[in-house]
Structures are given as C-alpha cells and as structure tokens.
C-alpha cells in the first residue's frame, strides 16, 4: 500500500496510528505531499479528486480518501476491532465525528491566518471556528469521559489526533483549562507507543 502523508496532517496521523497499533506499517510505504487549498502542489489529485490528504493506494481496489474510510479499511484488513459492535458503535462513530469536527475547525483556523491576506481576514469567523471547538470539547469533557475509559477504538485515536493538532497549532488557547478530565485521558493516551511515533515535527 502507498499513503500519501505528511508528517504535520492529523488525519494523516490518525491514519498512521492505525497503521501502528494494527501492526500493518511495514506494508506501507510512505510518499511525502504538500499543497494547499490554492496550490494543490504535490497532492493526490488523481487518487483524491478533493485534492486532501491522506489517500491511500492499495492492491485490491481503487485508492481510498478521507481517513475515516482509511481508517476502516485498515481495521477490517488487520481484523483489529477497532471499531465495536453497536450499539457502541454509534457512541464510537459520533466521537470520531466530534474530533474529526474539532480538527476541520482548528485547520480552518490555520488556513486563514496562513492563506488568506491579512486585509481579507475576519477575526469572528475565525472565533466561530474556536468556539465549536470549545463546545466539543465541553462536550467531550461532560459526556465522553466513560467512552475513553472504555477498550482502544478509533473514537479514542481520532480524539488523540486531535487534541495533539490543537496543542501543536493553538497551544496559546490553554484547552486543558477547566477540562481536568479530559488533560488525564490526553496525557496517558499521548504516551502509546503509537502516538509517541506520529507526533508532528517541532517548529
Ligand atoms: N475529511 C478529510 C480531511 C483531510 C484534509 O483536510 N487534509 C488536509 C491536510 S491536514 C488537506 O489535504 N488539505 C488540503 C486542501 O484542503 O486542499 C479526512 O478526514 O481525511
């Protein structure tokens, strides 16, 4: 299999900590992209019409994109159990959706402090990107405490994902502040093996 990755990409993360914790990473190879919304650079296009990354080429069917179907895939291929029979399963999925909403929104943050010129920048929308992330993790912090404690999914994986990018592109806005709960999870989870192994570069 080849997936398309950089090392500073989240979902490209969650992908990788699948990879690690399924024992399936040594059947990848790795192939460094770059691009953005306005310059699609080195992005997939072919395999992702989106132009995002992760996509992942794979021998027995065509290229896959969005790392939630990765994410699937490479767990029904290991037999891995990420992902619970329901009714825990919808506990699972609407975690990973919440994270994964966390994530769209802190990049959306990085986006238009990096792309868009400074004159066109709009300071409320880019505190409605922060404010959804705060609900969501309010939200983690009140209703999903007992989830995390629960056997590894992929609800827990795209949720360390996350909280990762947000330290790494807006450590500034202190997350852990009144989420005691949810700063324990992150710290042991942070410490995996897999995680250790996907952290984004420094810088
Ligand atoms: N929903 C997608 C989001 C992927 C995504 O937005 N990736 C970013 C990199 S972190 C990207 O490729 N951005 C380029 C673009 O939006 O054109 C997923 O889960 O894979």
């Not at 994964?100 to 920048?121: C, F, K, Q, T, W």
Request: glycine share 6%; net charge negative.
């Amino acid at each position: 299999m080849r997936l398309y990755h950089s090392p500073t990409s989240p979902y490209v993360r969650k992908c990788m900590v699948v990879l690690h914790e399924t024992g399936l990473l040594s059947q990848v190879a790795l192939i460094a992209t770059a691009g953005t919304p306005v310059d699609p650079g080195s992005m997939p296009l072919e395999q992702n019409p989106l132009g995002k990354i992760p996509a992942l080429e794979r021998d027995d069917g065509p290229a896959l994109y969005d790392s939630r179907v990765i994410c699937r895939y490479l767990d029904a291929r290991a037999g891995a159990g990420l992902y619970p029979a329901a009714p825990r399963l919808w506990d699972s999925l609407t975690l990973e959706a919440t994270a994964d909403g966390i994530l769209d929104a802190a990049l959306l943050m990085v986006y238009e402090s990096r792309i868009r010129p400074e004159a066109r920048r709009h300071e409320p929308w880019v505190e409605g990107q922060w404010t959804k992330i705060d609900r969501a993790l309010d939200a983690v912090e009140s209703r999903w405490i007992d989830h995390l404690a629960g056997p590894l999914d992929i609800a827990q994986i795209a949720l360390g994902c996350a909280l990762g990018y947000v330290d790494f592109r807006h450590d500034a806005r202190n997350w852990r502040d009144n989420r005691p709960r949810l700063a324990a999870w992150e710290a042991t989870f942070a410490a995996r093996p897999s995680m250790q192994a996907t952290r984004p570069p420094e810088g």
